[in-house]
């Protein structure tokens, strides 16, 4: 039995990944075989395909930027929402 090491992979690389799988899939070849050519399970590749589907690379980079962009977003919206409840507490004189 073979133990995989999990591994990341970036954006760029997954969609390469399916980029070649897809071809070897045109070309014939089952998704079973393709997967243990891509070293991938076939959960991964259908995950992969819904998520990165008809992307190109340096559409998964900006898709990366944006989701980085948006959690920092939310942190400084959380933090000026818990600064607004501070400052009522104290204009309430409940502190």
Not at 17 to 30: I, V
Request: proline fraction near 1%; include cysteine; aromatic fraction near 4%.
């Amino acid at each position: 039995m073979t133990s995989h090491k999990r591994r990341r992979h970036t954006p760029d690389q997954i969609i390469r990944k399916l980029a070649e799988g897809n071809k070897l899939l045109a070309s014939g070849q089952e998704l079973d075989e393709v997967c243990r050519h891509l070293e991938i399970a076939e959960s991964t590749w259908h995950r992969w395909l819904a998520q990165y589907g008809g992307m190109k690379a340096n559409d998964a980079k900006r898709l990366k930027e944006l989701e980085s962009e948006n959690a920092r977003l939310k942190k400084l919206l959380a933090d000026a929402e818990l600064d607004k409840d501070m400052l009522r507490e104290i204009a309430s004189g409940n502190f």
